[in-house]
């Protein structure tokens, strides 16, 4: 029996997997606007809650889980790398010497600041499309790529298949990579990566080439996709957009504006604070009340 | 747009007189120096059913590439002849225009379904059609009734068994109603009970629906009396076309490895005709033969178990796995209580979704008992079913270096440069080096595992590479290790191991030697069990000592 994905997409009767595809796009769109473009630590953190809150709302904890679990593990690595490959900064917290390939190594506590920021972007970022993986209909995505994309069964491909092939591949490699006997040369994350990079376009291709069997770039007469209306659809809209417009507000006005170097500067203002709260308010929207 | 309502339960009539055609047909892919397909003229009638046969590599893929048009759109490369599906030139047709008069089935349907639900993935071919809803409503309907599978329309596709996706795969490529339909080895990942559902499937839709069908595959004995005709490949050209029994006398002349059991069973014993099947094979016997042996004829060379001395290499006792697919947990194993000794040969054998790869997985420490336990005190060596999962490197050097990696190589048979690409070689190399690879360092003395488990290493393999496997399982078992497998293939069960564990529903409901448990039923029974039915009677050579008997006593008779 094959173990599911914990990021497949799974159908259920909650919000976010029946609403359309547009307002939950907007929403989750918000929230991935400011997990990779904003520098603020606090929004970071409070889209970065919003988006598991919202995920868990949805019926989506696997997805999460797995997300913060592998976003977690991203943060980490970024941390311990920029403290050790990158000596700027005005604060040493520690002098390591020498080091082979690295050099003079400085730990500083501006080098340590910056990867964390990086790293928290990636923790947002993975849990974002976590739920949307996780919560969203492949199949939905692929009949709006169909309007706008006709010919280009690959790309509808790539846009709706690849996260969760990518997925299976990982777990499935991953478990082989540690049935490989001691002699054998172990499978390193490079390697791993190439590989998942080569299997996941090969499987993405073969779907394509299902696609086209299916006739998906067959001039046709005007398809009948029929477009379903949700009750939440009007929930999604409202916060999607106040959401997106805070989002593009932060980025632009930069309300905490945080520099790492050469020294730690956070430059606090009261707008910050309020575009965090609104992004941690945000994961509540996918909430509903249960039927007793 | 078509009128609402009206769908036809007959396939579309092929715009042309032929339902596929190929003249002088030469082609050669993008990254190779060698035609994959040499001078093929082949045509396929409306309401045919043609068995595309030959060995691993022989161009039967390819074939069916070019006939729904992946070939040359798709896959590039160079093309020379003419090739007609339903009177269109593949040439100036992509698989998107050809869609509605050639339907495709791969070989593995995990890559062929694309929708998140089973009804979604039918509805698809229909939606880009640009059919009305409720014409693809009742369509979708239709299809689902005449393939068995209204019930998984609701289900989404992750949740479905080998066998489920199959079916689903097939019911997608003939939603359209299209006159043909190519079908490349289907059963490979199914397990005998469905594989014959399956062909007995397609062939009613081809007598009721008309549809013609082409349909590869390796383990022929499943499909030929279905067959109306048989194309052989070799070498990209086509070697034989003409009728099953005729093809069963070519085979038996020139290539034995295509010929079926049943087949050389009669051939070893010069009873003639030689059997299309089963049934076939049984009415030549009556004809042949009305006063059949008594029933204490049976083989006395029933196959040994190890030695009860041999130490345990794998012992289960109350082992209960739950596993939830995305659907709710379930129980894949329930209290399997199971013992296996150093050099034993066991093939693990039962339906698709029985529990196979999840016993072997639990061995391995793969997946977590929620009962019972297992242990593996010699060690364990699991080559899980997709070989490509152990390939990550670009040569084949990096996989496996130094003397312990060569070593390991020369274990399992391999002998190839080490700077050729892992994806680059054959179905049979790419196994031979997972397996080295899960072996390397492991294959002398004492680091040699207990217990080698290899899930469904056939699928795919023709009967020369199946040999080659059976060899490495015996030299396996010679140096210690007991060897365990998982399969589908009856046949191949029969050529290795000495003992069989039949799975059904999480529990073992058979485990004895291979010949009492593969002569002892219908579905898990090699063909020579299913012709002769007789207690312990599962191997072509066996069969044909009983012909011999029945001969010699039919002719003491006579006299």
């Known amino acids: ?292 | 747009m078509a009128e609402a309502g009206k769908v036809n339960l007959v396939a579309s009539p092929p715009r042309s007189g032929h339902a596929l055609e190929f003249s002088g047909l030469d082609y050669t892919y993008a990254a190779s120096s060698e035609p994959a397909l040499r001078g093929i003229d082949l045509v396929v009638e409306p309401g045919e059913f043609i068995v595309l046969a030959g060995g691993s590599g022989s161009g039967k893929t390819s074939l069916l590439r070019a006939g729904c048009g992946l070939i040359p759109h798709f896959h590039g490369g160079e093309i020379d002849g003419t090739a007609l599906v339903a009177g269109r030139p593949i040439t100036g047709n992509g698989p998107g225009q050809l869609a509605d008069v050639v339907g495709y089935v791969a070989q593995d349907p995990e890559t062929q379904i694309v929708s998140t639900t089973v009804a979604a993935e039918l509805d698809l071919p229909l939606r880009f059609r640009g059919d009305h809803p409720a014409e693809r409503a009742r369509a979708v309907e239709e299809v689902a009734l005449a393939l068995g599978i209204p019930h998984l329309l609701s289900r989404t596709v992750t949740t479905l068994s080998g066998g489920e996706l199959q079916r689903v795969a097939l019911a997608v490529a003939l939603v359209t109603r299209p006159p043909l339909i190519l079908l490349d080895e289907p059963t490979s990942q199914l397990d005998p009970v469905s594989g014959d559902e399956l062909i007995w499937l397609l062939r009613r839709l081809n007598e009721e629906w008309g549809v013609a069908v082409v349909l590869a595959e390796h383990r022929l004995e499943r499909c030929l009396a279905a067959a109306d005709r048989v194309v052989a490949m070799d070498e990209g050209r086509i070697g034989f076309d003409g009728t099953p029994r005729d093809f069963l006398a070519w085979a038996i002349e020139l290539r034995p490895e295509l010929a079926t059991p049943s087949a050389m069973m009669f051939a070893g014993a010069g009873v003639e005709p030689l059997p299309v099947g089963v049934r076939d094979a049984r009415q030549i016997l009556r004809h042949e033969f009305p006063a059949p042996l008594d029933q204490g004829w049976g083989p006395d060379n029933e196959s040994v178990p190890a030695s009860q001395d041999a130490p345990s290499v794998l012992e289960a006792s109350g082992l209960w796995v739950e596993l939830d697919p995305g659907d709710g947990p379930r129980d894949v194993l329930r209290g399997i209580d199971l013992e296996v000794r150093a050099g034993e040969k066991v093939a693990l054998m039962g339906r698709n979704g029985a529990g196979k790869s999840t016993l072997l997985r639990a061995a391995a420490g793969l997946v977590e008992p929620v009962g019972g336990r297992t242990m593996v005190p010699e060690g364990i060596a699991l080559l899980t079913q997709n070989p490509g999962d152990f390939l990550v490197r670009d040569r084949v050097g990096d996989e496996l270096a130094g003397p312990e990696g060569e070593a390991a190589m020369k274990a399992v048979g391999l002998e190839v440069d080490p700077d050729r690409d892992p994806r680059d070689l054959s179905g049979g190399e790419r196994q031979r080096l997972a397996l080295a690879i899960a072996l390397a360092g492991r294959m002398e003395g004492r680091a040699l595992p207990g217990l080698v488990c290899l899930d469904e290493p056939t699928r795919g393999m023709d009967r020369g590479l199946k040999c080659h496997l059976t060899d490495l399982a015996k030299r396996l078992a010679a140096q210690g290790s007991a060897v365990l497998i998982a399969t589908h293939d009856v046949e191949f069960a029969v050529s290795f191991a000495d003992r069989v564990i039949l799975l059904g529903d999480g529990e073992v409901i058979a485990d004895a030697g291979m010949q009492t448990v593969l002569s002892g039923g219908w579905y898990f029974a090699s063909e020579a069990a299913r012709v002769f039915d007789r207690p312990g009677l599962v191997t072509v050579e066996q069969g044909v000592d009983y012909l011999n008997d029945l001969r010699n006593g039919a002719e003491g008779e006579g006299r």
């Open chain 1, 1 to 292: 029996m094959k173990k599911l994905s914990p990021i497949a997409y799974v159908p259920k009767r909650e919000t976010i997997q029946t609403a359309s595809l547009g307002p939950v796009a907007l929403y989750l769109g918000a929230y991935l606007l400011v997990c990779f473009f904003s520098s603020d630590p606090l929004v970071l953190v409070a889209a970065t809650a919003g988006a598991a809150v919202a995920g868990y709302g949805s019926g989506a904890g696997r997805a999460v889980n797995f997300s913060l679990k592998l976003g977690g593990f991203l943060l980490i690595t970024m941390v311990v790398v920029n403290a050790l490959v990158t000596s700027r900064g005005a604060t040493v917290l520690a002098r390591l010497g020498e080091w082979p390939i690295l050099g003079r190594v400085d730990v500083t506590a501006e080098a340590i600041a910056a990867g964390g920021v990086i790293g928290l972007r990636a923790l947002g970022t993975m849990v974002v499309i976590g739920v949307w993986s996780a919560c969203v209909d492949p199949d939905r995505i692929l009949q709006a790529v169909h309007g706008v994309a006709r010919r280009s069964a690959l790309t509808a491909t790539l846009i709706s298949r690849l996260v969760p092939l990518a997925a299976t591949d990982y777990a499935r490699i991953g478990e082989a990579a540690n049935l490989r006997g001691p002699a054998a040369t172990p499978v390193g994350r490079a390697a791993m990566a190439n590989r998942l990079l080569a299997g996941s376009l090969d499987r993405a291709v073969d779907v394509a080439a299902t696609l086209e069997l299916r006739g998906y770039g067959m001039e046709a007469k005007k398809t009948g996709f029929q477009k379903i209306a949700s009750r939440y659809d009007l929930r999604f809209w409202f916060a999607g957009g106040m959401l997106m417009v805070v989002a593009v507000a932060e980025l632009a006005l930069g309300p905490g504006r945080f520099e790492t170097y050469p020294g730690l500067e956070y430059q606090f203002e009261p707008l910050g604070p309020l575009v965090a709260f609104a992004f941690l308010l945000g994961g509540v929207v996918p909430w509903r009340r249960r039927a007793k």
